[in-house]
């Protein structure tokens, strides 16, 4: 069964899910990088841009996902490198310090709450969030367009798009479009009807939603929404 709640490190959450009933999980794109634990290993999930189907192996697995475009500053990756991946904290960090941090987290009663320490304690010698990145991720996700986001923020196209890279591991489109994909399955799953669900969202309409889905998730709208 899957729980999460908020961390004490700001913008982040802290999830776990216990053994799998069976089948496999579904990670959705969401715009985070996420710290994992995973059998005893510390492993690092870059940005999403589709869905991403876990295994089934047994035991608890527990993550602390950052908000987006926090989590390059805090491991010193930019997120482009990591696309799409899961790849070994030992793989990023000196092995000597990704273990001391591994120890640290089985250390603990419950992975998730061990997770989180660790997350905190590398976010204490992190320099702080780049403020003008919050500002992008709050205008796209509120369902502002790309151009008039990039001359409010006074920043070039280009300049834009590389910097979206490093932080977000895609361009401003690309993250706005899944930022548009989270705001409309969290309408979806309150019960709003499909065709709303589309307009309050900003897609064009409800085919649009549709195809943006199945893009995106690998299934439709509604068998996302199945319990």
Sequence with gaps: ??????????????????????????????????????????????????????????????????????????????AHELRDRRVALAD?????????????AAAARDPADGLEAVALRI??????PDPLLTRLVGALDAGRPVAATADELGLGARQLHRRSLAAFGYGPKT??????????????????????????????DQAHLARDVRELTGLPLRDLLAP
């Design 1 to 78: 069964m899957y729980a999460e709640r908020v961390s004490l490190l700001a913008g982040a959450v802290v999830w776990r899910v216990g053994p799998p009933r069976g089948g496999q999980g579904r990670v959705l794109p969401d715009g985070c990088m996420d710290l994992l634990w995973d059998d005893g290993a510390l492993l690092v999930a870059g940005p999403d841009t589709r869905a991403h189907l876990t295994g089934d192996a047994p035991g608890v697995r527990a993550g602390v996902r950052f908000a987006p475009g926090t989590a390059p500053g805090l491991l010193g990756v930019p």
């Design 175 to 204: 993250l706005g479009r899944v930022l548009r994909l989270q705001r409309a399955l969290r309408l979806a799953r309150a019960g709003t009807p499909f065709a709303r669900t589309a307009a309050e969202s900003g897609f064009a």
């Design 123 to 128: 976010a204490a010698d992190a320099p702080a």
């Design 92 to 104: 990023l960090w000196p092995a000597t310090a990704a273990r001391r941090l591994a120890a640290e």
